[in-house]
């Protein structure tokens, strides 16, 4: 099967402007996160989709950031306006909800590199 | 609130060595399961283990184990035999346990970086 698939794999921005990043996650997988790792910290959770649903988005920063899953398949994460903090690698993972999966049911992305310059 | 520290931000072995990578954790939660990731240069993240926290056996998969002391709260990873392709990040990762079918999300350490040196 495909994996989940990011891109772009790296975008360079100025600060202001807007950044769009989509996570195509692995089909049937109703579970859908994002997080991000800023330079030489830990991988924050930012939301967590449920087919169209958000789940939990306790971890958006602020309302710069805009997610959605419309009809529960690929995602979107759009950062508007853009600013230096905002750069770091910006991953998505998914799995799927059913009885019996394995635990370790998460696939992650490459993750997509955002640079705010 | 969930945490994860790795206090080793990098390490360099000698190729065919053993290593491990620490990892504690902190948890109010009775039901947890604990992850370790590898990052290649790639930027993938690759899934190397899974411990849950009633599981009375340490997990193994291949060169990998995860020394779990669940007293002690601590998953170190322990690579046996290392080789150069084992050079890459290290994420230890918990899940709050709710349910088994991974749909929570997952708490990260910052990470190690490990180097094999031939």
């Known amino acids: 099967e495909a994996g989940v698939t990011q891109f772009p794999s790296h975008s360079v921005i100025e600060k202001g402007q807007t950044v769009t990043l989509r996570c195509d996650p692995i089909s049937g997988h109703d579970n859908l996160y994002w997080y991000r790792r800023v330079m030489g910290k830990e991988i924050k959770f930012l939301l967590h989709?449920?087919?169209?649903?958000?789940?939990?988005e306790s971890g958006m920063p602020n309302n710069r950031f805009l997610a959605e899953r419309t009809g529960g398949t690929y995602s979107t994460l759009k950062v508007q306006p853009a600013e230096l903090e905002d750069s770091g690698v910006y991953f998505c993972?998914?799995?799927?909800?059913?009885?019996?999966?394995?635990?370790?049911?998460?696939?992650f992305g490459s993750g997509t590199r955002l640079t705010v310059v | 609130a969930q945490k994860i520290t790795q206090t080793q931000p990098g390490m360099f072995v000698q190729e065919k060595e053993a290593v491990t990578l620490d990892c504690t954790y902190d948890t109010s939660d009775q039901s947890y399961g604990l992850f370790w990731y590898k990052q290649p240069s790639s930027g993938e993240m690759i899934f190397l283990i899974y411990?849950?926290?009633?599981?009375?056996q340490n997990a193994t998969e291949g060169r990998y184990s995860l020394n779990f002391q669940k007293a002690r709260k601590s998953a170190n990873l322990v690579i046996s035999a290392s080789q150069l392709g084992d050079s890459a990040m290290y994420f230890c990762a918990m899940r709050e346990g709710k349910s088994n079918f991974g749909n929570e999300k997952l708490t990260f350490g910052t990470g190690t970086r490990l180097t094999i040196i031939p």
């Open positions: 989709f449920v087919k169209e649903s958000k789940q939990d």
């Open positions: 411990q849950g926290s009633y599981d009375e």
């Open positions: 993972a998914s799995s799927q909800e059913s009885a019996g999966v394995q635990p370790y049911g998460y696939t």
